[in-house]
């Protein structure tokens, strides 16, 4: 497990191998930085705690069926509320970051192409259920690991065709921590990240100066960046007609330490991409920022 965000004097922990996002989500606290969510490497089914601290509470929630899991932690007043994963821990039990919390389950909350994943916040532990009302995080631990090294991949490989969506690789390396796609504004590195065009915003990080430097409209100056945190920038974007190779999808995913890009079928069953097949930057209709 690794630390890839603090709040709150609580540190969050990953898996080194597991893709994460911030921002790749259409919910409230996806679009201000106020959660993270937390995949398994592929084939997994144990969800490992992301923090240190005491079971408060589980519990179903009625109206959805979905888990909660409620940890204290070591800052008084301070919780984490994880959910999507069925418990195997009790109220007073104590857990560390990689101990087993349960499983991962299907949420009513989750998009048919959602993979199952735990939904992570740090909260007052006297409001520590509602949708809204949690703590900003700092990714800084994560943005320390991060890369930029290698240019934005020019082409993928269909690796795996699915009916809700396909996965496909880059065929030239990216580092660790970062996703496929990335460009540069002003000679600024630029990686990005989320659910585009459908959840209308995403995120773009940088290793470069500090946000100052970075107009807040961008991306053909449709892309208007309205929340940053440091090197973390957040931006909403219209909802464009997606094409790759002349046909239309729903949007991409893009997650963090994750070597494919998602491309989600804008009807289940609908795909005419096969696997082994080449996909070329320039046959997606994504206006990639910046100068390349």
């Known amino acids: 497990m690794i630390p890839i965000a603090h709040c709150r004097g609580v540190e969050l922990y990953a898996g080194s191998e597991c893709p994460l996002t911030f921002t790749n ?35 179903r929630l009625k109206l959805t069926g979905d888990c909660v899991t409620l940890i204290e932690t070591e800052k008084v007043g301070v919780c984490a509320k994880i959910l999507h ?33 735990m939904h992570v916040e740090v909260r007052p532990s006297n409001d520590r259920l509602r949708a809204r009302g949690g703590y900003e995080l700092d990714p800084e631990p994560l943005m320390s690991r991060m890369r930029f090294e290698c240019p934005s991949a020019r082409s993928f490989m269909v690796e795996e065709v699915l009916d809700r969506y396909s996965l496909l690789r880059p065929t030239s ?11 540069t504004l002003n000679g600024t590195p630029l990686v990005l990240e ?43 974007c219209p909802r464009w007609n997606l094409a790759v190779k002349g046909h239309e999808y729903r949007g991409i995913g893009l997650y963090l330490n994750h070597p494919y890009m998602k491309l989600i079928s804008r ?19 994504l206006p990639i920022v910046g100068d390349s």
Request: charge should be negative; proline fraction near 10%.
């Open 173 to 183: 390396p990216i580092p660790a921590f970062t996703s496929p796609l990335a460009s």
């Open 194 to 236: 989320g659910g585009l065009p459908h959840y209308g915003h995403g995120a773009f990080w940088t290793c470069g100066p500090e946000h100052e430097t970075i107009p807040r409209k961008i991306m053909n100056e449709s892309f208007e960046v309205d929340f940053v945190q440091g090197r973390y920038l957040h931006f909403t």
């Open 25 to 59: 989500s259409p919910y409230y606290a996806h679009r201000h930085l106020a959660s993270v969510d937390l995949y398994p490497e592929r084939g997994v089914e144990e969800a490992y705690s992301p923090v240190q601290g005491i079971v408060l509470e589980t519990r």
């Open 85 to 117: 994963v069925e418990p195997e821990v009790e109220a007073g039990d104590s857990v560390y970051p990689g101990d087993t919390l349960g499983r991962f389950i299907w949420s009513p909350f989750f998009d048919p192409w959602t993979d199952p994943h």
């Open 267 to 285: 009807n289940v069953g609908e795909n005419i991409l096969k696997v082994d097949d080449e996909v070329l930057i320039d046959e997606i209709s």
